[in-house]
Antibody, heavy 124, light 109 residues
């Protein structure tokens, strides 16, 4: 079955960087894009950006431009999200999510399945 | 503040029907498809509805979606205690980003 398995929880100090991985299985990795979505404690969902596993094209949320980098390794079917210059308000559960329908315009995207989530805690 | 507006909470009795609204604008809902996600406590979100009213494989027909103008609605019939969760709407926005509603907590009384 289609599955996304994320790396484990991280604790980081303010100003540090974190890199979360998302290993895909059960489908052709390069046929779908991956989005990253985060959820602060007790809060709603916030989209961080998208990467095409086919050609590496990216689209980042404006508020994270310059601090986030999304990459893929097609040899291991793994997507990565790196966030730099961490602040306390970056404390959240970070999810990767695959596009449901494959290569479609952004306006048609929906996300399924989702990874199990990775808790990133930023604290001094 | 979320770009899309949802009621913070809704409630209904088991077996009853409930609707959850999602209000946006011509920059998002008005010109794009809407998806709905269910997030059970302590778990990752799960897709319930895509392209306004389509259900992925495995989602029961108790869940339905509709869109009119700049608003969308999720309907759940035959409520079960297992439906207690947070529900989020999501869509593409002309600011070149995916946007979500603030979430609605469903309580099955």
């Amino acid at each position: 079955q289609v599955q996304l398995v994320q790396s484990g929880a991280e604790v980081k100090k303010p100003g540090a960087s974190v890199k979360v991985s998302c290993k895909a299985s059960g489908y052709t990795f390069t046929s779908y894009g991956i989005s990253w979505v985060r959820q602060a404690p007790g809060q709603g969902l916030e989209w961080m950006g998208w990467i095409s596993a086919y050609n590496g094209n990216t689209n980042y949320a404006q508020k994270l431009q310059g601090r986030v980098t999304m990459t893929t390794d097609t040899s291991t079917s793994t997507a990565y999200m790196e966030l730099r210059s961490l602040r306390s308000d970056d404390t959240a559960v970070y999810y990767c999510a695959r596009e449901l329908l494959g290569v479609v315009p952004a306006a048609m995207r929906s996300f399924d399945p989702w990874g199990q989530g990775t808790l990133v805690t930023v604290s001094s | 503040q979320s770009v899309l507006t949802q009621p913070p909470s809704v409630s209904a009795a088991p077996g009853q029907k409930v609707t959850i609204s999602c209000s946006g604008s011509s920059s998002n809902i008005g010109n794009n498809y809407v998806s709905w996600y269910q997030q059970l406590p302590g778990t990752a979100p799960k897709l319930l509805i895509y392209e306004n009213n389509k259900r992925p494989s495995g989602i029961p027909d108790r869940f339905s979606g509709s869109k009119s103008g700049t608003s969308a609605t999720l309907g759940i019939t035959g409520l079960q205690t297992g439906d207690e969760a947070d529900y989020y709407c999501g869509t593409w926005d002309s600011s070149l980003s995916e946007v979500f509603g603030g979430g609605t907590k469903l309580t099955v009384l």
